[in-house]
């Protein structure tokens, strides 16, 4: 293990705090988030978050309405600093799975951008509208409550196997170490550019391509929405970092043989990183042979921000994660999930646990799910299967849970989407699987025995049906219809029977 040497201090802004204290010094004046012509430096950062905090600071628990604009950012900077947990919603949620995140983490007020309309599971919430002002004076924060490292900063839902998703309650002090972690793997500094066009409701986005800026004092530019020529634009004009999910460095791959632009841009990259899911050897080698580039690959969950991570000086070998990050204990264990395996030798697989400063603090409303997830002696068992190269590297090979699908880098659980399947009155009974996809990593197949044989739901229908119902990522992208689902004698369904052919 890495000595643990990060900084626990409250402020998890110092720029931010500087441009407060001081609206008239050069760090004032350095620019901090930019989304398409819209931008705010440091000092008109804090003009505008500080009295949406002061708004805000006596509230329990707010809502993000997080679209990929400048307004989210300054909503959940604006939480940070008063010390209220902020819920990111995700604004393509549908009526079921909103109606779920709002009644369990119980916000008493949803912040929203101006003119932006609210679906009605939001209705019953007070709302504030987030104006950006930067002609406001920068009022005196943060409050007391910002000040403990456990406060709950954020409140991110992530999906399980079965049910609907969970909260993960993750720390200020979480938020802090993981950043200063990565600072020290990627060299990460204040004159970093950062481009990516990543949503803002998960922590890949918001926690590391947004917070990650803004505590290193640099600054993000976000895309609004990913495309390869806002890349190939944002690089060649500063930017000196990529943050995406193997889908979007597919897309990458994809395009560069017929955009010279686009090779020439990635090359002058500092960093090009890549998380969320595994990224495929072929795209690695697809983009560092156009581009004389290698995309380095982090490991992290919502549970446990980053765990490991390739670092800037290090080897970037393709299939790999890299290494422990600072601070982060990493084990493998045996089936008994608590008999560790003390193999480097490239071949002994186990399942990754976890513990460190980086964890999250718990599932909110879900002791049981919570005291499930970690070991009597605190490590967090992440369902991750890897192993460990001679040299310490990580080697993600696989995932305990099959009924966990990760799909565009989104993690989506099987069970979810089954109970939305089975509230379509065409299904009678419905299972759920992922299969590999070269664009998506894995897309989500519905198998289904129709009520009527005769006329079964189309896929269209049952697509709309749950991206209606829950969001558009957990949509089946495949339909087959069966007369009956494969059981065992105790009835339960056999998935690994579940082929097409
Ligand atoms: C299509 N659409 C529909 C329907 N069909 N909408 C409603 N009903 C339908 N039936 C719309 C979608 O809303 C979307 O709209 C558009 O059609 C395309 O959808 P889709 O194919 O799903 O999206 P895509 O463009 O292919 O998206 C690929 C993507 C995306 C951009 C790579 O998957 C993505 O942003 N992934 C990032 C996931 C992520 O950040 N994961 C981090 C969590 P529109 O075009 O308007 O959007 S993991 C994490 O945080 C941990 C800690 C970690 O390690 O990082
Ligand atoms: P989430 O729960 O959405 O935060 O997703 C976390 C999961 O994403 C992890 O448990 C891994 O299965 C997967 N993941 C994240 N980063 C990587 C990576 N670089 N390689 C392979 N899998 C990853």
Do not use: C
């Not at 924060?141 to 409140?155: F, K, N, R, V």
């Not at 829950?470 to 089946?476: G, T, V, W, Y």
């Amino acid at each position: 293990m890495s000595p643990l040497s990060l900084d626990l201090s409250p402020d998890l802004f110092p720029a931010l705090t500087e441009a407060q204290a001081d609206p008239d010094g050069p760090g004032a004046h350095r620019p901090a988030l930019r989304f398409g012509d819209r931008s705010l430096t440091y000092g008109e950062l804090a003009a505008t978050a500080s009295p949406l905090a002061a708004r805000v600071a006596e509230a329990g628990r707010i809502a993000v309405w997080a679209t990929p604009t400048l307004e989210t950012a300054v909503a959940v900077v604006a939480a940070l600093l008063a010390g209220v947990p902020a819920v990111p919603l995700n604004p393509k949620s549908g009526e079921s799975e909103l109606g779920h995140i709002v009644s369990d983490s119980a916000p008493t007020l949803v912040l929203a951008a101006q003119g932006t309309q609210l679906p009605p599971a939001l209705a019953a919430l007070e709302r504030l509208d987030i104006d950006i002002d930067t002609s406001a004076p920068a009022a005196g924060l943060p409050s007391p409550g910002a000040s403990d490292p456990e406060t709950p900063a954020l409140i991110v839902y992530t999906s399980g196997t079965t049910g609907p998703p969970k909260g993960a309650v993750i720390p200020r002090r979480a938020i802090a170490t993981t950043l200063d972690a990565l600072a020290d793997a990627w060299q990460w500094t204040g004159d970093d550019v950062l481009v990516h066009g990543l949503p803002l409701f998960h922590v890949h986005g918001l926690i590391l391509g947004i917070l990650g800026p803004l505590r290193r004092g640099g600054s993000v530019r976000h895309l609004g929405r990913f495309e390869t020529a806002g890349v190939a634009r944002e690089l060649s004009e500063g930017a000196t970092m990529l943050f995406g999910v193997p889908t979007m460095y597919h897309r990458i791959a994809e395009t560069l043989p017929d955009d010279p632009a686009l090779a020439k841009a990635l090359a002058r990259a500092r960093l090009l990183v890549s998380g969320s899911a595994a990224l495929p050897v072929h795209d690695h080698e697809r983009i560092a042979q156009a581009t004389g580039r290698r995309v380095i690959e982090r490991y992290g969950m919502t549970e446990t921000l980053m765990n490991t991570s390739v670092r800037a000086d290090g080897e970037p070998r393709a299939g790999t994660v890299g290494v422990p990050l600072p601070g982060v204990e990493l084990r493998l264990t045996e089936e008994d999930g608590t008999t560790a395996v003390e193999a480097y030798d490239g071949e002994t697989v186990g399942e990754i646990q976890v513990r460190g400063p980086n964890l999250f603090t718990e599932y909110l409303n879900r002791p049981e799910a919570t005291a499930a997830a970690f070991t009597e002696d605190g490590w967090f068992r992440t369902g991750d299967m890897a192993v460990r190269d001679p040299d310490g590297y990580v080697r993600i090979v696989g995932r305990k849970a099959t009924d966990l699908i990760k799909s565009g880098g989104y993690k989506i659980g099987a069970g979810e989407i089954e109970n939305a399947l089975l509230e379509h009155p065409g299904v009678r009974e419905a299972a759920v699987t992922g299969e590999p996809d070269a664009d998506l990593g894995e897309r989500i197949v519905a198998w289904i025995v129709p009520a009527d044989p005769q006329s079964p739901p189309t896929v269209d229908e049952l697509a709309d049906h749950v991206a209606r119902r829950l969001a558009p990522h957990k949509r089946p992208r495949v339909v087959h219809h069966l007369d009956t689902l494969p059981r065992n004698d105790m009835g339960k369904i056999m998935k690994r029977a579940l082929t097409h052919d």
